[in-house]
Structure formats: C-alpha cells, structure tokens
C-alpha cells in the first residue's frame, strides 16, 4: 500500500474521534480554492509517519467553527 492510500485510510479513522465528516492532510488542503473554507485543526500524530501531520477539515461541515 502506498504512503498516501495509508494516509488517507489513517484519516477517515481519525475522523470519528474528532467528530466531522472528512478530514484532509496538507497537500490535499493546498490545491483547494482560497475560498474552499478549509480549516486546520492541528497536527496529530498518524501510526506509521515519523512526522506529525496538519489535518484539516471543511468550515462548512463543523458547527462550532
């Protein structure tokens, strides 16, 4: 499995524990419009990446934001 099919299965994981839809890393929030109303919600920790990784979540699918 590639890193980023490893990625995007840790992330929809992730995504019940933070409570929203759909999470993203970086790289995929940076090809979005300006006007996409991406919004990061911090660096976490990812098993299997040495790094931590920013995700990032639509401000249109969170109610407190």
Do not use: W, Y
Not at 17 to 23: A, D, F, I, T
Not at 33 to 56: E, H, M, N, P, Q
Request: aromatic letters at 2%.
């Amino acid at each position: 499995i590639s890193d980023a099919v490893n990625l995007a299965s840790r992330l929809e994981s992730l995504t019940k524990r933070v409570n929203v839809p759909l999470l993203m890393s970086e790289a995929t929030a940076q090809l979005l419009d300006k006007d996409s109303g991406a919004v990061a919600l911090g660096l976490v920790t990812i098993r299997g990446k040495a790094d931590k990784v920013k995700v990032f979540t639509l401000k249109s699918l969170r109610k407190d934001i």
